[in-house]
């Protein structure tokens, strides 16, 4: 069995790339790593340390031993593959089971780079270059995506109750870090009653509260996002 002394993590709190990490090293029973929590305010990705780790600057970097991982997707494909024997199993054995995670865990990169591409255009773009309707279709396509996710889980068979089946997986950490993003800023969860369903299961699960982001917490986060970013104005208090 692998040895989990060597597993170091460099992170952000709140960003939705770590979490999925940190909720796979808890599933693996690997809660003790070591990890650096990264200030982005302060450019700590732009460090000697971090650019030597990945030249891109971003997080998460993931090292075990000599190994080192800049993308979230592989370092939970890795934990589950390196530590299979260890913890929960996240990852089917059964081809036909074992590709329908993969495919959905794949496919939440949909979702993930739709939300970012909103939340970097609204925090990114310099005032004077600033459209709105832009950002509205930039809102509208992260909806569009989240509707489809809706539909898959309408679909599927009464017991299962997960992304990919009757068992929590690989697919499910993909996921829900930005699904919970989405709802932490103001996506309105009456409008998707199988993801509701669905997101009160995942907030039961002892690794998704255990990692789940500090900095949401806080009443006052000083986030430049605003908690009613992807509120629909239709839903908007007056």
């Given at each position: 069995m692998a040895l989990a002394e060597n597993v170091f993590l460099y992170l952000v709190d709140g960003s939705p790339s770590c979490w999925r990490v940190t909720i796979t090293l808890e599933e693996?029973?690997?809660?003790?790593?070591?990890?650096?929590?990264?200030?982005?305010?302060?450019?700590?990705?732009?460090?000697d340390d971090i650019l030597?780790?990945?030249?891109?600057?971003?997080?998460?970097i993931f090292t075990h031993g000599k190994i080192v991982i800049n993308e979230s997707?592989?370092?939970i494909q890795y934990l589950?593959?390196?530590f299979e024997d260890r913890g929960n199993k996240l990852l089917p054995t059964k081809s036909t089971e074992k590709a329908k995670v993969l495919q959905r865990m794949i496919e939440a990169l949909n979702l993930h780079r739709r939300t970012e591409d909103a939340v970097y255009y609204a925090i990114k773009t310099e005032p004077k270059d600033f459209n709105q309707g832009y950002l509205g279709k930039l809102k509208c396509s992260v909806l569009e995506e989240v509707e489809l996710w809706e539909?898959?889980?309408?679909?599927?068979?009464?017991?299962?109750?997960?992304l990919a089946g009757d068992n929590f997986s690989l697919a499910d950490i993909a996921f829900f870090p930005y699904f919970a993003f989405l709802?932490?800023?103001?996506?309105?969860?009456e409008d998707y009653p199988n993801l509701n369903s669905y997101y009160t299961?995942?907030?039961?699960r002892p690794s998704i509260q255990t990692t789940w982001p500090s900095f949401w917490k806080l009443k006052d986060n000083n986030s430049v996002i605003p908690r009613s970013f992807f509120t629909p104005n239709n839903h908007v208090a007056d």
């Open positions: 693996k029973n690997l809660s003790n790593y070591k990890r650096k929590h990264v200030d982005f305010r302060k450019q700590e990705q732009k460090s030597k780790l990945n030249p891109r600057g971003q997080v998460p997707l592989a370092t589950e593959e390196t539909n898959y889980l309408q679909q599927a068979n009464s017991n299962e109750s997960y709802v932490h800023h103001g996506l309105f969860m299961l995942m907030c039961k």
